[in-house]
């Protein structure tokens, strides 16, 4: 495995790995702060057993998110130090400000999650609030960043150097409006339907208290409403990319040469060296349709750029169609739970297959975050800063890549293991025994016995 | 008072307080190492609990100074970050499975289980890596050898990381922070677990850890004499000073510690840790990197160094009081806005007295 590879492989799964808990970093401090103002208010118990579990459970996601965030940060300057030189002159300010994002989010994390008994109800539940917003702030940040690399702005080359540098027309530049709320809204969706999935597979199993419906009922709630926004956010994404990224967009539409009246492609394999389409249902007309609502607006194909400098084609296509794939079949999903609920006059809908679609939208949610970083960060290749920096230039002359890339992916799967052991343990605890007492609660934890072995 | 200079400042401040906090829990988790023998459990207990609410407020200082250095020195960061390819990627698998590891150990349900004890090693042998490797690459750092002799950093140039100098300075601040660690214990278990022979135990451990980090000190300043001609000149023309009060300091906590004022030897471990780092900073002026970066040549444009540092202070608005409220609703003895009403207060101390 070339250094480059070794390099881009390790950046890819760090990456990876790190957005799944930054996803519900974001989307679940907000469902904490809507369960437990629900709690404080209907004094029904079952709102604040909620928010004990998930509480616990947000724990140990944070606490991995800020880790697998770290490992991103060193990695930055260890993997890619011409580019951090590059990046950290012109758009290192929303790093800084991501900086205290993450501060704001970590103090009242630490408040939230280990107050329970020192701040009063009313205090706690505020606590959550600059949780979430901060978690917002961050993610705002860091993608503006990540737009910056796509469309480069806010400074001038002149003679090699990098000069008149404007830091917030650098943070301003022109995708970050598109990328930064269609990001937000996929952390919501994923969020939305993880919590759904979990509670759905509960239900299947035969647990069938208030305790679950609820749960589900909240993680389909936020579901079904950012689903449809993150459409329209991606069909503006879409749209915004034939006229700023026009590389991209020939490589997510598999458009090799630049002609009128194109058609849409769904689905089928793109042949990596042609990039012809094959396999495909082809709409005539249909992408320059959707691109310029114009059935014979040209589109620009692969061919306005030398065959070296394409994107693969190949990952790029398959990877923006199963994001739009899963994102749809997740928001089918949600219309037809929420359909049945009210057209039942607002009865819990019990059907088994509807409850397995919802524990399959989970992990396809999550499987939508990670293709659309993929369309996103592979459609950018062969640059890291596109058209300044290649990626091949950006990395660091240090040896040994790979074996750093075979150290973190062991870290990364040693963590996951265990995690994934942890929440199990957390799941099978027996529910907290919650009273309502004064303006607050009365919980008592069930302590677990050492001798009886919970789990494994 | 030039903008990169005012941006160094703030940077260097960063860094002694991510030493004092940060590396208070390496310290901690040093301890937890040696937690054996009669007292293991208590101290184990006593670790955890006070880690619990501070750990990842305190991680975030680290971050805070990666990105203030690649936002303010791009060049010089990108030359430390190949040079030191090495000693940072092992410090941050310490980082990244000391966080994990405490973690698990904090949340898993049956804390004597084979899990828990795995993660528990893991994170003690993680805790004494990463401040090593962090004080390892500071000393190359000041050694003025970090480059080889065409100054184009090179991740397999090592010899200025194996050097004594850089082993001895690595191993100080293992016992640095495992004494800023053992300060803070004694205070721990006395206030919080109204323990007093666990007290006594952890004001044992500090005054032993402070008597080796001083003579790591000392050594390290003869060997730099030798090593790192950068450094001891520096030391010689400006910062000779600040070494006379840090070695004062060092005294005053061992006595104030000897004679159970606490308290103060908190304060004066931390004051200790901020003249040190501050002597090298001093003698190291005006290099980043020595040699070939000085803060002239590789600052960035003035007005961007001005735009962080008006977000910097934008940030610090929000973060200090919220960090200050985090401090007090766990840490301080005084009531603060939001705490339970003071009809359970009377229940709190009731149940542990029940509870112990
Ligand atoms: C869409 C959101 C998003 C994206 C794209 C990223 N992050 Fe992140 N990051 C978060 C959203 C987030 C978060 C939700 O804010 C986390 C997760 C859990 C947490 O505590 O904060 C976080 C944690 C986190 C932390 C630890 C903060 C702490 O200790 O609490 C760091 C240093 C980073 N991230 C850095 C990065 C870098 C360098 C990235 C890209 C290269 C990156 N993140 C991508
Ligand atoms: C959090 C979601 C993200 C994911 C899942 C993601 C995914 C990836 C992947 C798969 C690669 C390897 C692609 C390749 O090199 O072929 C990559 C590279 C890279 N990403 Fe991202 N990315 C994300 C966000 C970001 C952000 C926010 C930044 C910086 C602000 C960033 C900076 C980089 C850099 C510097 C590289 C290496 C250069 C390159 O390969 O282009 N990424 N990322
Ligand atoms: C009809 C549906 C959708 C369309 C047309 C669409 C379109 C796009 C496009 C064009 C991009 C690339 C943007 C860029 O590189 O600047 C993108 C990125 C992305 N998409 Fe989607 N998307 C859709 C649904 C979804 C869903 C349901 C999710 C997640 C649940 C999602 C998550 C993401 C993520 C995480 C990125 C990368 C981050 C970013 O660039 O903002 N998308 N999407």
């Keep these: ?387 300044y920096l290649r990626t091949k230039d950006a990395v660091t002359t240090a040896p040994w890549l790979n074996i750093s890339f075979s150290i973190f992916s062991l870290v990364y799967i040693l963590l996951a293991a265990a995690l994934i052991w942890l929440l199990r343990q957390v799941a099978r605890r027996p529910l907290p025994q919650v009273k309502a007492v004064g303006e607050g609660y009365q919980v008592i934890e069930p302590n677990i016995v050492d001798a009886e072995e919970v789990g494994v | 008072m030039d903008v990169a200079l005012v941006a160094l400042i703030i940077l260097w401040w960063a860094l002694i307080t991510y030493a004092v906090l940060g590396g208070a829990d390496f310290g901690a988790g040093v301890w937890d190492l040696f937690a054996v023998g009669r007292l293991a459990d208590r101290q184990r207990n006593l670790i955890n609990h006070a880690l619990g609410p501070v750990w990842e407020a305190n991680h975030v200082w680290l971050i805070f100074l990666i990105v203030g250095l690649f936002n303010v020195f791009p060049a010089a960061f990108a030359t430390l970050s190949i040079a030191l390819f090495l000693p940072f990627t092992l410090a941050l698998l310490g980082i990244v499975l000391r966080g994990a590891a405490f973690i698990y150990r904090y949340y898993a349900i049956n804390s004597k289980g084979r899990f828990a004890r795995l993660w528990g090693r893991v994170f003690s042998v993680s805790s004494l890596l990463t401040p090593f490797f962090l004080g390892a690459s500071a000393a190359a750092v000041a050694s003025g050898k970090l480059l080889p002799p065409n100054g184009i950093a090179d991740a397999t140039y090592i010899v200025s990381l194996i050097s004594p100098f850089a082993l001895t300075i690595g191993a100080m601040a293992v016992t640095l922070c495992a004494t800023i660690a053992a300060v803070y214990l004694t205070i721990e278990a006395r206030d919080t677990e109204h323990d007093k022979e666990l007290a006594e135990s952890y004001r044992l451990k500090a005054l032993i850890a402070g008597a080796v980090t001083a003579i790591l000190g000392a050594l390290g300043l003869g060997l730099s004499s030798v090593e790192s001609p950068i450094l001891w000149h520096g030391m010689l023309i400006r910062a000779w000073p600040v070494v006379i009060i840090t070695m004062i300091i060092g005294l005053a906590t061992a006595t104030t510690l000897y004679a159970r004022y606490y308290s103060t030897a908190r304060v004066l471990i931390i004051a200790e840790t901020a003249f040190m780092l501050g002597a090298w900073g001093l003698a190291q002026y005006p290099y980043i990197v020595p040699i070939n970066y000085t803060i002239s040549n590789s600052a960035n444009a003035p007005n961007v160094i001005t735009a962080v540092l008006i977000s910097l202070a934008c940030g610090m608005i929000i973060v200090i009081p919220s960090l200050y409220y985090l401090f007090s609703v766990f840490k301080l003895p005084y009531p603060a806005p939001g705490l339970q009403r003071s009809a359970n207060e009377q229940i709190e101390p009731q149940q542990k007295g029940a509870a112990s």
């Design chain 1, 1 to 387: 495995m070339s250094n480059l590879l070794a390099a881009r492989a390790q950046m890819g799964t760090s990456l990876a790995f790190h957005i799944i808990f930054s996803a519900l970093g974001v989307g679940i401090p907000l469902l904490l702060c809507i369960v437990e103002g629900l709690a404080l208010r209907t004094k029904n118990p079952v709102w604040m057993m909620l928010t004990r579990r998930w509480a616990r459970a947000a724990a140990i996601l944070f606490a991995i998110g800020a880790v697998s965030g770290t490992i991103l940060s060193f990695e930055l300057g260890l993997l890619w130090p011409t580019y951090t030189k590059f990046a950290g002159a012109v758009i290192g300010l929303p790093f800084m400000l991501e900086g205290f994002a993450f501060f704001t989010e970590a103090i009242f994390l630490g408040l939230y999650l280990y107050g329970w008994d020192r701040l009063s109800p009313r205090a706690h539940w505020l606590c959550s609030f600059p949780i979430w917003i901060s978690g917002l702030a961050s993610a705002w940040f860091i993608v503006s960043a990540n737009s910056w690399m796509n469309t480069p702005a806010g400074f001038v080359i002149k003679h090699g150097k990098i000069v008149d540098i404007n830091p917030l027309q650098a943070i301003f530049n022109p995708s970050t409006p598109y990328e930064t709320v269609h990001m937000i809204l996929a952390c919501y969706v994923a969020t939305g339907f993880a919590v759904a999935a979990v509670y759905a597979f509960a239900f299947l199993r035969g647990k069938r208290s208030e305790y679950y419906r609820k749960g589900l009922m909240v993680g389909i709630l936020m579901a079904v409403i950012a689903t449809p926004l993150q459409m329209v956010s991606g069909d503006f994404n879409a749209r915004y990319l034939a006229d700023y990224q026009p590389v991209k967009f020939a490589a997510m539409e598999g458009v090799v040469h630049t002609e009128q009246g194109v058609p849409l492609k769904i689905g089928g394999l793109a042949d990596p060296n042609t990039g012809q389409i094959h396999y495909a249902i082809e709409i005539p007309n249909g992408l320059s349709l959707l691109a310029y609502l114009n059935p014979d607006a040209t589109v620009k194909g692969l061919d306005q750029v030398p065959r070296e400098d394409w994107p693969n084609v190949l990952l790029v296509h398959s990877s923006f169609d199963g994001m739009v794939g899963s994102g749809l079949f997740g928001l089918l999903v949600a219309v037809l739970f929420w359909g049945l609920y009210w057209f039942k006059k607002r009865t819990f809908p019990e059907n088994r297959l509807l409850l397995w679609g919802i524990v399959l939208a989970g992990p396809l949610a999550f499987l939508a975050v990670e293709l659309g970083w993929m369309v996103t960060e592979l459609g950018r290749q062969p640059w890291v800063i596109y058209g």
